[in-house]
């Protein structure tokens, strides 16, 4: 998603009306992409949370906990790149 949202800036920094494009792209998808990108994690997030917080998933205190941790820290960057603002 870093990589989109990059295409995406560098996008909208080719359209100032004073300069030329260095690059056209054949098919923009970057916004479609960067949508489909995000709906995927945040369903694949919440079937993580629901297997996490299901104590009948076989999983050790220590496991969930680290699990948990890990999913933490990957959504805490993905929020703080604001692709809900972006994608409004």
Known sequence: MKT???WQELKQSELTPDHTPGFTLLQDSVGTDLRNEYSFFLFTSMQMHSVL???DA?????RRQQV???LA????????LNLQKRLC
Do not use: T
């Open 4 to 6: 989109l949202l990059a």
């Open 68 to 70: 948990k941790q890990r």
């Open 53 to 55: 917080n299901n104590s």
């Open 58 to 62: 076989g999983l050790s205190n220590v």
């Open 73 to 80: 820290k990957i959504e805490s960057q993905l929020y703080s």
